[in-house]
């Protein structure tokens, strides 16, 4: 029997002389012919760096022509490329002022009792303009003192407080 290198480790091994005849017997084993078949090729991670081998149809349907390794490297891409007006639900931002303030890592804390109770608290605009959403222009404020600044704050006594 023949002795011949394997195609994809190198490593010798029989064959018989019928199966080169036919054109068979150029791997040593199932997972030497498995990645000896792949058309594909190997490709670097966007986000980690890390390589991946990706089929022809994964290559070519790509938009992006940005490959991932896994889906949480995806959505971190995707999370931090489609934000704001590239957003597919984008309208025109003016009620856009949680995630300004959940991105910029703005404690939820309310600024005026200290209440960290997440499902009370609400955005408020120290100038009173929705359409303002910097940063330093929004802070937290449970329903509570909300209502308070908005309705009992005739002196600008609350505000002042707050600012």
């Known amino acids: 029997m023949p002795v011949v290198k394997c195609k994809i480790c190198s490593k010798s091994f029989?064959?018989?002389?019928?199966w080169l005849k036919r054109g068979f017997g150029k791997y040593c084993s199932p997972v030497c012919q498995?990645?000896?078949r792949r058309a594909g090729k190997n490709v670097k991670c966007h986000i980690c760096g890390k390589e991946v081998y990706k089929p022809l149809s994964k290559l070519e349907h790509s938009k992006s022509k940005k490959y991932f390794c896994s889906k949480s490297c995806q959505t971190t891409w995707r999370n931090s490329e489609f934000i704001g007006p590239k957003h597919a639900n984008w309208?025109?931002?003016?009620?856009?002022?949680?995630?300004v303030l959940k991105r910029n890592k703005v404690?939820?804390?309310c600024k005026f009792c200290k209440t960290e109770d997440f499902r009370v608290l609400?955005?408020?605009h120290l100038d009173h303009n929705r359409k303002n959403n910097k940063v330093s222009n929004l802070i937290w404020l449970c329903h509570n003192c909300h209502f308070l600044v908005h309705y009992h704050d005739?002196?600008?006594?609350?505000?002042e407080a707050l600012v």
Do not use: N, W
């Open 34 to 36: 498995h990645l000896g």
């Open 14 to 18: 029989y064959t018989k002389p019928f």
């Open 91 to 99: 309208v025109h931002g003016s009620y856009a002022y949680k995630s």
């Open 107 to 109: 404690p939820k804390v």
């Open 154 to 159: 005739k002196d600008g006594k609350i505000m």
């Open 122 to 124: 609400a955005v408020h």
